[in-house]
C-alpha cells in the first residue's frame, strides 16, 4: 500500500514510517523539521520503498501523490514546542489537516488523524471516555494545542459526513520510549535525561498530579490497528496505558533505575495543567482488539539504555 505520514520525522511518527515499512508498505514521510529531526530517519532513509520530503504542510503538498493511507501526525506536540510556536502549532492543525484531507479525498484514501487526550483538558470526568467533552480553556497558553487539536477533529468529522471520507481519530496519552527529544519538556525524557546527568528532576506543581504512560511500540500497534481494523470508519479511540502513576511515584521510579542520586525540584504549576490524566480503553479493547503489553519498568528501562548511549 501506498502510505503518507505527515510529522512522520518526530517521536512517534519515525517509528510509525519504521512499522510501516517493515509491514511492507511503501512509506512517504512529510516533515518540515520545526520540531521533528532527520536524525530519527537515519535508520530509514536507505531503505526500500521510504522517501522523505520536507515539507510544511500549512502549504499544499509539493505533490498529488496517488496515496491509499494518510496518517496526519503533524503538529509539536511537547508543551515546549508549542510554547516556542503556538501560531505555527495551530496552524498546521487547521491549514494542515484540512490539505492532508483533501489529498485523502481526491485519492480516496483512508485517514487517520492523530489527536490528543489533550483535548480534554483539565478533565472533570476520570478516567476519560471518548464520549466525554473535555474541560479546555480556549484562550490560554496551551490552547494553540488543545483547540488546534479539537478544531482539527471538527474538521474530520465534516469531511467524513460532507464527502464520505474513510477516516478514524486516535487521541494518544503521554508516550515515552527511543527517539524523544531530551529537552522538549516532556515528563519522561526530562526526567530520564536529568537523572542520567546528575540534575535535579523539576516537578511543576505538587508531585501528587497523575499521567498515565504509553510505550511507543505499543502506541504504535494501536495506531495501526485503528487505520487497518475493519469498521473502524468515523471512530475515534483513546489510545494509553491506563496504568496511573503520580509525578512522585514516576521520579522514584526513574532514580532507582538509573541510579541517580539527582534530587527532586518542585516548581510553581504551569498554567492549565491537568491535575489527573488517564485513558479508558474499553472502545479500543472491544473493537480493535488493542491493548499495550508493556510495563512501565520496562518501558522506562529500554528508554534509559537509549539515552545512555546518546548524552554527551
Known amino acids: 500500500m ?12 519515525s517509528h510509525l514510517c519504521e512499522a510501516l515499512l517493515d509491514a511492507g508498505h511503501e512509506v512517504i514521510c512529510i516533515d518540515n523539521l520545526l520540531t521533528g529531526r532527520r536524525a530519527n530517519l537515519e535508520t530509514l532513509l536507505p531503505r526500500r520503498g521510504f522517501s522523505f520530503v520536507e515539507h510544511d ?5 509539493p505533490e498529488d501523490w496517488p496515496v491509499e493511507a494518510v496518517f496526519n501526525l503533524a503538529s509539536p506536540a511537547s508543551p515546549v514546542g508549542y510554547f516556542q510556536h503556538p501560531i505555527e502549532t495551530a496552524r498546521v492543525n487547521a491549514e494542515g489537516t484540512f490539505h492532508m484531507l483533501e489529498l485523502a479525498r481526491r485519492h480516496g484514501a483512508q485517514f487517520l488523524q492523530a489527536s490528543t487526550s489533550e483535548v480534554y483538558g483539565d478533565p472533570e470526568v476520570h478516567p476519560q471516555t471518548e464520549d466525554y467533552f473535555g474541560h479546555v480553556n480556549p484562550n490560554g497558553p496551551r490552547a494553540c494545542y488543545d483547540e488546534g487539536k479539537r478544531y482539527a477533529e471538527a474538521l474530520c468529522m465534516d469531511f467524513h459526513r460532507v464527502h464520505g471520507l474513510d477516516l478514524r481519530i486516535v487521541r494518544i496519552f503521554n508516550t515515552y520510549g527511543p527517539r524523544s527529544q531530551p529537552d522538549d519538556g516532556r515528563v519522561v525524557p526530562n526526567f530520564v535525561c536529568k537523572a542520567l546527568r546528575g540534575e535535579p528532576l523539576p516537578i511543576y506543581g505538587e508531585g501528587s498530579k497523575t499521567r498515565s504512560y504509553c510505550y511507543v511500540d505499543d502506541l504504535v500497534d494501536g495506531i ?27 521520579a522514584a521510579l526513574v532514580l532507582r533505575l538509573t541510579g541517580s542520586s539527582s534530587a527532586i525540584e518542585y516548581l510553581p504549576p504551569r498554567e492549565d495543567d491537568p491535575t489527573r490524566r488517564r485513558p479508558d480503553i474499553t472502545r479500543a479493547k472491544a473493537r480493535l482488539r488493542w491493548e499495550p503489553s508493556v510495563p512501565l519498568e520496562e518501558g522506562l528501562m529500554r528508554t534509559i539504555a537509549w539515552f545512555r548511549g546518546r548524552l554527551p
Open 2 to 13: 501506498n502510505v503518507l505520514v505527515s510529522g512522520g520525522a518526530g517521536f512517534i511518527g
Open 57 to 61: 504542510i500549512i502549504k499544499p503538498p
Open 224 to 250: 495501526l490497528k485503528a487505520q487497518f481494523t475493519e469498521g473502524t470508519t468515523a471512530g475515534v479511540f483513546n489510545l494509553g496505558n491506563p496504568g496511573e502513576f503520580t509525578l512522585d511515584e514516576l
